[in-house]
């Protein structure tokens, strides 16, 4: 394993203010009277948005393991960019980025490399990354209203967030939204942090991917990700029958009503079905 190495990050206040002030909203809970009802705001709204990040960011744009026409794949990118994770043009041209280097010197967010904080968030706050390769997601690039959706990438969040607080009210949309959104940043971003120096290895990658139960849990079956990392363009990433993947089973569901199709199942080199 290598050693991390020591970085001066560059941070962008445009970014990293949002960001924390965020963060600081959080304990606006401690205004409002607790009912269930809010947890429920919490876990919806969370679940539902860690779909989008894992079918939509992931799956769909950043690897193309399943397709979807275009009215659907532009509800999926707004879905997805409800999270506040940038836009959908960025983020699957950084994550393809990242699986060509994956845990080498030239990986952005490498745990291995930088440790941590960067693989955690630092990245992202960074001023580094502000920009993408067009080039890198070309494919979905040529589409001009997910170029719009990337640009306006904020748009999403802010309809989102003002559709929650128009149904539920100032609780609700601390609960469904503030609250909801940092607690899918942080899980998401332990895909970065986490799966790649934490869990077991059921195959030889050149990178330290992991398989780990806890965050395939938390991210509806992120957490496979020695396995994602071994067979990247399948659209299955746990491929044990208890390897619980949610995301998987969605998008099954959903291909039964024709929203998609074409799902790429797990192969291992030289054969055709996925492991039993």
Known sequence: MSESVARTPRYNRVTTLPFALMHVGVLAVFFFP??????AWLAGSYYLRMFA???????????RSYRMNRFWQFVLAFLA???AQKGILWWASHHRHHHLMSDRKADIHSAVQEGFWWSHVGWILSDEYDDYDPAA???FGKYPELR?????????????GAAIFLIGGWDAFVWGFVCATVVLYHGTFFINSLSHVWGSRRFPTPDESRNNF????????EGWHNNHHFYMSSVRQGIRWWEVDITYYVLTMLSWVGITYDLRPFRLPGTHDHPA
């Open 53 to 63: 990040v894992t079918a939509g960011y992931h799956r769909f744009f950043s690897h």
């Open 148 to 160: 719009w959706l990337d640009k306006y990438h904020l748009v999403p969040a802010v309809v989102y």
């Open 137 to 139: 997601i070309a494919d």
């Open 34 to 39: 607790f009912h269930w009802s809010l947890v």
């Open 81 to 83: 960019q409800t999270s």
């Open 214 to 221: 806890v965050l395939a849990l938390v991210t509806l079956g």
